[in-house]
Every structure is written in structure tokens, then in C-alpha cells.
């Protein structure tokens, strides 16, 4: 039999519309009570870690799910489902890819509706998950985002849509599996994961996008002693106005680690186009592409690396293999 851990940290899977029709959250988790699940088959150890809305989600937390599945891991454990509000599960998803080793099956879940409405997904969700992290097939594939009877990578998949239950979806390469039955299926498979050890978590972080008409007034916001990184997502193939240059020459000039993907919901930033602006002068100039991810990802492997403490050529490489 199986031990699977279930890691609950709250978002709507945990929570319940009252009488007026708003969702909040509960003093008890429902789905955090479900520990017969798969009786006979699996066995469930529960973890109610934290009752946190999404959006209350930080880097600190991430790191202690993190921490949590390591010692898990040195206990014996078969795998690890999370329960995790959908805003910002895709980012602890991806940090959980990041920063574990990819022995374990690692399995990040939630829902669109919560435990008492009509058509909730949470249960249905949480049971999937536990298939997932229970089956052999599912080792080998770094963290993994289960939602809506399809399995996909932490590194690629984005909720796309704000209310609906289909919401996950992987944009170019679309999901590596499905669960069926009672078990995972798979058709696809990652290469070259990328795994960073880390103990802490830096502060000062910071995504921007670009838009039509964008000047450098949000880059010298940044301009000073504080910001440790910014992930920049750019306009088509990677450009940015032209307007903005001088104020990223003087991040830097501070040795501020400037990265650059698109703001496109499919492909990949290239240095393409050798205009003012274009990703060919933004390459040159000294700013890292990052193939493959969005800027939210982007934003979270840039603050694991700089946790590491990578610099220089070694951040850029670290940066640079998201595409695998």
C-alpha cells in the first residue's frame, strides 16, 4: 500500500459559500477530512499546513511545503499531493519543480468551486491527484499540476481562465497525461529538469510588462539598492519600446538581473528582430531570455536562482534551459 501525504494549504478547495452566496474560507478544511480516500489502497497521512487564500500565497510558505516534502521524503513516502487555491498554483507548483529532486512523485491540486456548491471539483480533484502521486508511471516527471482528469507539468501550465473548471491548460505543448480509470496515463515526458537546492528565499523580485506607448518611469521606480531582479515580459518575440532602454541600461549598470519573455500566451522569446528595442540590442545590451516560461515562472526560477546564490554565467544558464 501506498503513503501518500496530502499537503493542505487552503484556497477554494478548502472553503464553502455561505448563505448570502460568498465563498470563504472554513475553520475546518472538508476536503482536509477526507482521509479514507482510496481506503485499501492508499495510504492518506494528512498535513493541514496552512488555510491560506491564494493570493496570500508567498515565496516563505512555498519553501516550507518544500521543506515539509523533503523530510516526508526521508521518512518514507510514496508521494505528495497539495491542495492549493488556483491564483497563484501554478508558482508553487513550479518553485516545488525547482527546488526538489524529482525523486518522489509530487502532485499540486485545488478547485474552481468550492465544497458545497453545485458541480464542486474539489473532491473529484483531490481523488485524482492521489491516483497520480500513487502510480509508479508518475516518477521521473518533476512536480505536476492535476486538475480536470489532466496531468500537467509544473513548468509549463497557466490557469487561462478565472471561474471555469477547465481553467489549466499548457500552452505550445499541452498536458503530458491524463487520469483515467484509476490510474495515470502518459504520453508525453520532461527532459533536462532543472532542480536548485535552496534553504531561504530572497525579497525584491519583480515582474513587469511591457505595453504600446511604455517609457522607462516603472524601470527607475526600481533603480535602487533594493531590487535583486526583474523579470521583463516583453512585447511579440521578445522587444520592447524603445523608450524603456535607458532606464534598463541603468539597472544595468547597477548589476541588476534583467530577464526577458514574452507577453504572448504561445512561443517563445527570441532574439529576433535588430531594431531599436528589438531582442537582438536587448540580448546585447545584457539582458538573459528565458525560453518557454511565462513571467510569473519566470519571475519564480530568477528568485530561486539568485536564492542559490548563482551569478553571472551560471544565473544565465540557470535561466536559459527552461525549454526541454
Known amino acids: 500500500m501506498k503513503k501518500i501525504l496530502a499537503i493542505h494549504t487552503g484556497g477554494t ?51 516550507k511545503i518544500k521543506q515539509r516534502i523533503d523530510q516526508a521524503e526521508k521518512d518514507g513516502i510514496d508521494g505528495v499531493v497539495i491542495t492549493h487555491g488556483t491564483d497563484t498554483l501554478e508558482e508553487t507548483a513550479y518553485f ?15 478547485a474552481m468551486r468550492s465544497s458545497n456548491e453545485v458541480g464542486t471539483d474539489g473532491l473529484y480533484n483531490f481523488r485524482s491527484a492521489i491516483e497520480v502521486a500513487a502510480d509508479d508511471a508518475s516518477r521521473g516527471n518533476g512536480a505536476m499540476v492535476v486538475m480536470n482528469d489532466e496531468i500537467h507539468t509544473a513548468r509549463y501550465v497557466t490557469k487561462t481562465h478565472t471561474t471555469n473548471v477547465a481553467t489549466f491548460r499548457t500552452p505550445t505543448f499541452g498536458p503530458i497525461g491524463i487520469v483515467a480509470k484509476d490510474h495515470a496515463v502518459y504520453f508525453q515526458k520532461l527532459i533536462n529538469q532543472d532542480t536548485c537546492d535552496i534553504d531561504h528565499v530572497i525579497d525584491h523580485v519583480y515582474l513587469i510588462k511591457a505595453y504600446a506607448g511604455m517609457d522607462g518611469s516603472l524601470f527607475d521606480f526600481l533603480d535602487n539598492d533594493q531590487t535583486a531582479g526583474v523579470v521583463i515580459e516583453g512585447l511579440g518575440a521578445g522587444n520592447l519600446p524603445p523608450q524603456t532602454l535607458p532606464a534598463i541600461q541603468r539597472l544595468l549598470d547597477r548589476q541588476i538581473p534583467l530577464v526577458l519573455v514574452s507577453r504572448c500566451y504561445n512561443g517563445v522569446a527570441e532574439d529576433i528582430y535588430d531594431y531599436q528595442g528589438g531582442g537582438i540590442e536587448l540580448r546585447k545590451m545584457g539582458l538573459m531570455l528565458c525560453q518557454g516560461l511565462n513571467g510569473q515562472k519566470a519571475r519564480i526560477k530568477l528568485l530561486v536562482g539568485l536564492s542559490a546564490g548563482l551569478q553571472g554565467d551560471d544565473l544565465k544558464q540557470f535561466l536559459s534551459t527552461a525549454v526541454s
Open 96 to 110: 516545488l519543480d525547482l527546488t526538489l529532486p524529482n525523486t518522489i512523485p509530487v502532485v499540486v491540486t485545488g
Open 13 to 63: 478547495i478548502s472553503m464553502s459559500q455561505n448563505d448570502q452566496g460568498k465563498v470563504v474560507p472554513n475553520a475546518k478544511n472538508p476536503i482536509a477530512q477526507e482521509e479514507t480516500i482510496l481506503a485499501g489502497r492508499v495510504q492518506l497521512i494528512t498535513d493541514e499546513m496552512f488555510n491560506l487564500p491564494s493570493p496570500h500565497m508567498t515565496p516563505v510558505e512555498m519553501l
